[in-house]
């Protein structure tokens, strides 16, 4: 049995080695992005959401969409601030004609509209975040799980005629597929990358197509994030999303009995403390000194030690022909030298018994719990059954008692009364 689990777990591996060198090769088929390369397609990804942003604010319809939106606004602080903002650009135009009419100098200008300085994106930052909000929700109109009707719904809610929402249907929809592509276009040039990174984890107890593929989901989230401006290589910046995203994965999927992520990382962090303890001190630390370490409490800690080992598979070969779950015994099943016992003891008695009349017997039988009779009966519920009197069932007990006490009996039964 333990050599066809090997074989078996044998053929599954090299299945999934042969697996992961097709997919090498398939991937290894794309060539590398230098960083003029990462730069293009950033750019490409980029200009498609710029362009589908502005077919949402560049539309009259969408644009009185807007302006409604703007006057549904609560009145708080955004409210405040945009109020700020127009108050702060009169304020700039009002400095900007007396300098040009030499009624003030820039100084003054300069200190008329510095109270206002920090207030002058706000106007335009809150109108940026609409138009995102409103391509959002374009977006999700053009989703291909939404029908014509619902789209047609949609307009008809945002007050644009059916010709204005044909067209930006069509603008927004071609700008998204092209963001898609180019994101797309970057996430494959960059699956060696996730292999890379997916294999100093090799030794992890999740398979290798398992890693990869959640390094994939990494990708493609560094992908939608990615930012040229701040200057980092996209490799650079996709590694820190593949491994936070395979760790993550490790941590939820790799342990037999799942524990939460947090709880993983502080057994991480509780694994490192421990080595370092050891190379420094030569032994292993206790709970108190591990605590100390760790910041947590005693009881906390003993906890994590208590289960941080994985389980062992009952499956585990120990020696050729021996599994470890043949050496574990089975606390449900019954004693086996208990069982001969009963046997015997079963057989004794029987013969012994079998001296006395049936009627004694079976009253002993009652009384006592004996054969099939689990429970033991009282003097009442045996005279009930066999039409007697209390007085007259313990007469007849105590006769068939004496008879078992004779010395050829009690001989039979001396190796289990001792």
Not at 280 to 307: H, K, Y
Not at 349 to 377: C, D, N, Y
Request: proline share 4%.
């Amino acid at each position: 049995m333990v050599a066809t689990a090997n074989t078996s777990n044998e053929t599954a591996g090299a299945r999934a080695d042969d697996l992961v060198r097709n997919y090498l090769a398939q991937i290894g088929q794309v060539a590398l992005l230098t960083r003029e390369g990462e730069l293009e397609f950033a750019r490409r990804r980029e200009l498609a959401l710029v362009d589908a942003r502005a077919a949402a604010a560049l539309s009259a319809s969408s644009s009185a969409a807007l302006d409604k939106a703007l006057e549904e606004l609560p009145a708080s602080e955004t409210e405040h601030r945009q109020r700020q903002a127009r108050v702060a650009l009169a304020q700039r135009e009002a400095c900007r004609e007396a300098l040009a009419c030499g009624r003030i100098d820039a100084a003054t200008a300069l200190a008329r509209l510095r109270p206002y300085i920090p207030h002058l994106p706000a106007k335009i930052q809150r109108w940026d975040d609409i138009v995102g909000e409103f391509a959002a929700t374009l977006r999700a109109a053009l989703e291909p799980s939404t029908s014509e009707a619902e789209g047609r719904q949609f307009a008809a809610r945002l007050g644009l005629p059916p010709s204005t929402w044909t067209v930006l249907e069509a603008s927004l929809d071609r700008s998204l597929r092209q963001a898609r592509r180019a994101c797309g276009d970057l996430v494959v040039a960059n699956l060696r990358l996730v292999v890379a990174v997916a294999r100093k984890y090799s030794r992890a107890s999740l398979p290798m197509l398992d890693l990869i593929q959640e390094g994939n989901l990494g990708l493609m989230r560094a992908a939608e994030k990615f930012d040229p401006q701040r200057g980092l290589r996209f490799s650079t910046y996709a590694i820190w999303w593949i491994r936070q995203s395979i760790t993550r994965s490790i941590a939820d999927q790799g342990r037999t009995i799942r524990l939460p992520v947090h709880v993983v990382e502080t057994l991480h962090k509780l694994a490192r403390m421990r080595s370092e303890a050891i190379a420094v001190n030569g032994r292993d630390p206790d709970a108190t000194e591990l605590a100390e370490r760790l910041n947590l409490s005693v009881p906390r800690v003993r906890f994590l030690l208590e289960i941080g080992p994985e389980p062992i598979p009952l499956e585990t070969p120990v020696g050729e022909d021996t599994e470890i779950g043949d050496l574990l015994q089975d606390e449900r099943s019954p004693d086996p030298l208990a069982r001969i016992d009963g046997d015997d003891l079963a057989r004794a008695l029987q013969s012994a018994m079998g001296r006395l009349t049936e009627r004694e017997t079976r009253i002993l039988e009652l009384r006592f719990g004996l054969g099939e009779q689990e429970e033991e009966q009282t003097l009442e519920a045996v005279g009930r059954a066999f039409s007697l009197t209390r007085e007259r069932v313990r007469q007849i007990e105590a006769r068939a008692l004496d008879k078992l006490r004779r010395n050829s009996i009690r001989a039979q039964l001396s190796d289990f009364i001792g």
